[in-house]
């Protein structure tokens, strides 16, 4: 089995705990108006690699990941779940911590043979969610966010740990309305263990002119860091509001 492979980091320190190599797959069917890494989009193509290949690979660097590991991200890794669960499967038999960076938006509920298999090797999900409001998340993503939350429900329920990542982005989900359902829905979870609220950044702006394509969000200005803190503080209000810690 091989995967298909946009690019691989040797020394990521954003994408889990520690540094950590980090595996982007190809593939994703989500149109996320901010994404930065368009060129993940469409499935195959890329670099072929097999799972020794990955392996092979973090081993080269094995001492600096001792507080680390290996981190599944895309595009969307789970467009290739079965190389994902030989991946961490591997993982697992040489005690390399596994991160799953996912949207979860393949996720189907009634339907979780695969997804029961892959979190018996899974160590940390880092779940993104993209906007709380189903018709907004469609707008943003051009998919409803239904199984997202699902997924998230699943692995809560399964005792796997979580992080949430939210990207604030300036008229689009920094509304406090949306922002304090978002933390009851977090506070409604046991095994959330830590909330990234990201600021929109234009980083992806030349990758879309190099590709030729248009900027969905063309226009939109950077969100200070001070702004995405305080979007976060609303966030952290709703959870409170669902654990009665007020």
């Not at 600096?64 to 789970?78: D, M, Q, R, S, V």
């Amino acid at each position: 089995m091989v995967g298909h492979i946009h690019s691989v980091e040797s020394f990521g320190s954003v994408d889990g705990p520690g540094i950590r190599f980090v595996v982007f797959f190809k593939g994703c069917p989500m149109r996320c108006k901010y994404c930065h890494n368009p060129d993940t989009w469409e499935p195959g193509g890329g670099t072929e690699m097999t799972v020794d290949e990955i392996i092979e690979d973090f081993n080269r660097n094995k001492t600096f990941y001792k507080n680390g590991g290996i981190t599944a991200t895309g595009g969307e890794p789970l467009m290739q779940m079965d190389f994902v669960i030989e991946l961490f499967k591997r993982c697992r038999e040489e005690d390399i911590h596994t991160c799953l960076d996912t949207s979860g938006i393949t996720f189907t509920p009634g339907n979780t043979a695969k997804f029961d298999e892959l979190i018996k090797y899974t160590n940390l999900v880092m779940l993104d969610i993209k906007h709380i409001d189903s018709g907004a998340h469609i707008e943003l993503t051009q998919q409803k966010n239904d199984n997202i939350l699902e997924f998230a429900k699943y692995l809560d329920e399964n005792n796997i740990p979580l992080w949430i990542r939210h990207v604030a982005v300036p008229g689009i989900t920094d509304n406090e309305e949306y922002l304090f359902k978002l933390g009851e829905f977090i506070g409604s979870l046991k095994n959330v263990k830590a909330l990234d609220v990201l600021p929109y950044h234009t980083m992806g702006v030349k990758k879309y002119e190099a590709l030729g394509m248009e900027y969905p969000l063309k226009g939109v200005e950077a969100m200070d860091k001070g702004k995405a803190i305080e979007c976060k503080k609303v966030i952290l209000k709703g959870v409170r509001k669902v654990r009665h810690l007020d």
